[in-house]
DNA sequence: GTAAAGTGCAACCAAATGGTTGTATTTGAT
DNA sequence: ATCAAATACAACCATTTGGTTGCACTTTAC
């Protein structure tokens, strides 16, 4: 259904990028506002090349894209990634909704022996079966 | 509805685990069919200790979890936490739809909705606004 | 009991990461 | 023309990562 046209080396970068808790905030703060790459400085506890590299790191996951405008460096977001990235995961978890049998009484309540319990009768409520986990 | 109770270093180690194609595999693997540690280091073209090393990371991040049976460890998947991931990028997708004026026709072809937040008609308690999503 | 299978863990190593400082270059303002 | 602001980038450093080998321990098989 959800065509991946990512790569493994992309993944591998989005991800990494996104496993740094100042650089999920870049990308939250200049998706609430455009901002210069010295503005973002300005906002964290640590010198400019740190930001700056930060900054690098999500460009090359291709999670923001960089603008010039006259001296100074516009941090833009790419949504597309996070957007493809965020696919990725819930192709994850369709996997798991696609094959929850006998791991299911460690995570779950459900018993092996009725095996089949496909009735038709209501299909829609079967979305969220194993999603109560805190 | 969905209240994101993980601490910025549980996200660090999510993502981080997530970064690797080895162990994106693993986790595929283990939903599909759990298996025993040896039973995954038999798959990949590593030593026995990278592959338990390997699952050591997804463990720490409770991607998945290990369960012993006689000598060997089972791994199981842990689904609620890919859940929390997947909703954790989900979050940002719609950080970026709340906000996407200026940006939206360098990236997108995103279009205008209801923009109108700020009806004072009878709240009672407004102290939460940044916690609730959708 | 002995051997092998499965695992845990320590030590080691090369490369990557996340930070620093310093220097150079381009651009805008005076 | 000069100077400061904004950025780029190199060098350096400590820590982490992703792999290896080796050894010890527990559990099953014979």
Redesign the interface.
């Known amino acids: 259904m959800v065509v991946f046209d990512l790569q493994?080396?992309e993944?591998?970068?989005?991800?990494?990028a996104?496993?740094?808790?100042t650089r999920?905030d870049i990308?939250?703060r200049v998706?609430?506002?455009?901002q210069s790459v010295s503005a973002l400085a300005a906002s964290y506890a640590m010198s400019f090349a740190a930001v700056q590299k930060h900054v690098a790191v999500l460009e090359r996951a291709r999670l923001v894209?960089k603008?010039r405008r006259g001296r100074e460096q516009i941090v833009?977001?790419?949504?597309?990634t996070?957007?493809e990235?965020?696919r990725l995961?819930?192709h994850?978890?369709e996997?798991?909704r696609f094959?929850?049998q006998?791991?299911s009484d460690?995570?779950s309540e459900d018993r092996e022996e009725d095996r089949e319990e496909d009735r038709e009768e209501d299909r829609e409520d079967r979305e969220d079966r194993?999603?109560e986990?805190?």
Chains 1, 2 share one sequence.
């Open positions: 493994d080396d993944v591998d970068r989005i991800f990494q996104l496993a740094d808790v999920r990308v939250v998706t609430q506002r455009e894209v603008e833009h977001p790419n949504p597309g996070v957007r990235a965020a995961l819930e994850f978890e996997l798991w094959r929850a006998s791991i460690i995570l194993e999603g986990r805190s």
